[in-house]
């Protein structure tokens, strides 16, 4: 089996190769494959795998990314994750690519998602919208008919018929890939010294890139590795983040949280891999099945609709109190509406518990990691003076 060392050096790798060679390698190797990229947050991979094509997920270009041309096409005022991501197609770095999901994240994506059909008409490309009423006759109804639609377009992309056994063996096998993500996080959350953050985000990472079996195995031989080691263990403060769900952080902002002083025990980082609570049921019908357990078991986050009002921004204090941790560490992307309009709320809940929060902006290619880390480790000081 391979060691800690060798498995994070493979994710890493992924993480830097803004060609995504391994995708390209996938599709290359079997005539008539298919790859389907998707934006952050939810899309239903399983229908997608389903079709026996490949889930890409393109969460922008990073830190590595120099962004030229892709500025020409948006305004400076809003988040950069659009620019990189243009800048990624125009480049070639997507040419491969046979399709593209847009979710409802917010209107910069949904203005993606037509800048994509301007630039590459012959394309497919899709803004895949969810139910903001949770209602089954009337939210579970709309989703239904917009996964149908996403059915019959992937099937005519592949020249195949998804047939429901085919959807109720993709439902399976992500279900056993939420279940070992969610026991990824159980483990960084109880032993947060044997599985550093920055590791988890690039096995979590991997699975955007890889095919979900190769990932489902990636994270086994992760846990049992890091298991297996006697790393040191500090007396540093438990931290959730919080507000980092599309345009992800640098990879060297998640290590200067940890150098600060602070153990990362719980993040909305890439949220698609861990999106349902519940395991979806793989009897009856599979659509419907998939419709319904977004609405009942659905993460709470801010771009998806909360139907009670009373409880909203609870989540956040339930999740604290879950991984035992000592506060919540707001890292929200510049211009992120849905995450900047939302802190308010979940900031006035957690002081009402008497949680400990404090707050940051970045931007995927933030370069300047200092101030960042003298704020965390500030935070996590006054932590262990006066909470």
């Given at each position: 089996?391979?060691?800690?060392?060798?498995?994070i050096?493979?994710?890493?790798?992924?993480?830097?190769?803004?060609?995504?060679?391994?995708?390209r390698?996938w599709?290359?190797?079997?005539?008539?494959?298919?790859?389907?990229?998707?934006?952050?947050?939810?899309?239903?991979?399983?229908?997608?795998?389903?079709?026996?094509?490949?889930?890409?997920?393109?969460?922008?270009?990073?830190?590595?990314?120099?962004?030229?041309?892709?500025?020409?096409?948006?305004?400076?005022?809003?988040?950069?994750?659009?620019?990189?991501t243009?800048?990624?197609?125009?480049?070639?770095?997507?040419?491969?690519?046979?399709?593209?999901?847009?979710?409802?994240?917010?209107?910069?994506?949904?203005?993606?998602?037509?800048?994509?059909?301007?630039?590459?008409?012959?394309?497919?490309?899709?803004?895949?919208?969810?139910?903001?009423?949770?209602?089954?006759?009337?939210?579970?109804?709309?989703?239904?008919?917009?996964?149908?639609?996403?059915?019959?377009?992937?099937?005519?992309?592949?020249?195949?018929?998804?047939?429901?056994?085919?959807?109720?063996?993709?439902?399976?096998?992500?279900?056993?890939?939420?279940?070992?993500?969610?026991?990824?996080?159980?483990?960084?959350?109880?032993?947060?010294?044997?599985?550093?953050?920055?590791?988890?985000?690039?096995?979590?990472?991997?699975?955007?890139?890889?095919?979900?079996?190769?990932?489902?195995?990636?994270?086994?031989?992760?846990?049992?590795?890091?298991?297996?080691?006697?790393?040191?263990?500090?007396?540093?403060s438990?931290?959730?983040?919080?507000?980092?769900?599309?345009?992800?952080?640098?990879?060297?902002?998640?290590?200067?949280?940890?150098?600060?002083?602070?153990?990362?025990?719980?993040d909305?980082?890439?949220?698609?891999?861990?999106?349902?609570?519940?395991?979806?049921?793989?009897?009856?019908?599979?659509?419907?099945?998939?419709?319904?357990?977004?609405?009942?078991?659905?993460?709470?986050?801010?771009?998806?609709?909360e139907?009670?009002?009373?409880?909203?921004?609870?989540?956040?204090?339930?999740?604290?109190?879950?991984?035992?941790?000592?506060g919540?560490?707001?890292?929200?992307?510049?211009?992120?509406?849905?995450?900047?309009?939302?802190?308010?709320?979940?900031q006035?809940?957690?002081n009402?518990?008497d949680?400990?929060?404090?707050?940051?902006?970045?931007?995927?290619?933030?370069?300047?990691?200092?101030?960042?880390?003298?704020?965390?480790?500030?935070?996590?000081?006054?932590?262990?003076?006066?909470?």
């Amino acid at each position: 089996m391979a060691t800690r060392e060798e498995i994070i050096d493979r994710c890493q790798a992924l993480y830097d190769d803004l060609s995504f060679t391994a995708a390209r390698e996938w599709k290359d190797a079997k005539k008539g494959r298919h790859v389907i990229g998707f934006m952050p947050m939810y899309v239903p991979r399983e229908i997608i795998h389903a079709a026996g094509m490949l889930p890409l997920g393109i969460l922008g270009g990073g830190d590595q990314l120099e962004v030229i041309q892709g500025d020409a096409y948006y305004q400076s005022y809003i988040c950069r994750i659009p620019r990189s991501t243009i800048e990624l197609l125009l480049t070639d770095r997507l040419d491969f690519v046979d399709g593209m999901l847009f979710p409802s994240i917010c209107d910069v994506i949904r203005n993606l998602s037509g800048m994509w059909k301007l630039l590459r008409p012959d394309v497919y490309s899709h803004y895949f919208d969810v139910p903001q009423n949770y209602m089954k006759e009337v939210g579970g109804e709309f989703y239904m008919h917009e996964l149908n639609v996403l059915r019959h377009d992937l099937e005519k992309i592949g020249g195949v018929t998804i047939t429901e056994d085919n959807l109720r063996n993709s439902i399976a096998v992500y279900n056993e890939s939420r279940r070992l993500t969610r026991e990824l996080y159980k483990f960084r959350s109880d032993k947060p010294w044997l599985a550093p953050s920055s590791e988890v985000y690039l096995i979590n990472r991997a699975g955007m890139l890889i095919p979900v079996e190769d990932h489902n195995q990636l994270i086994k031989d992760y846990i049992e590795a890091a298991s297996a080691e006697d790393r040191p263990k500090r007396d540093n403060s438990r931290v959730v983040i919080s507000g980092s769900f599309c345009e992800q952080p640098p990879l060297n902002l998640i290590k200067s949280i940890e150098m600060s002083g602070c153990y990362v025990v719980d993040d909305d980082y890439m949220l698609v891999n861990r999106w349902f609570t519940k395991e979806v049921p793989t009897d009856g019908d599979p659509i419907q099945a998939l419709s319904y357990t977004f609405l009942e078991a659905s993460v709470k986050m801010p771009s998806c609709f909360e139907p009670n009002e009373d409880i909203k921004g609870l989540f956040l204090v339930d999740t604290v109190k879950e991984n035992n941790a000592e506060g919540v560490i707001f890292a929200a992307t510049s211009f992120c509406d849905p995450a900047l309009l939302e802190r308010p709320i979940l900031q006035d809940v957690l002081n009402d518990a008497d949680i400990p929060h404090i707050s940051f902006k970045y931007a995927e290619n933030t370069g300047q990691m200092q101030p960042i880390r003298e704020q965390a480790g500030t935070f996590a000081d006054s932590i262990k003076l006066w909470s």
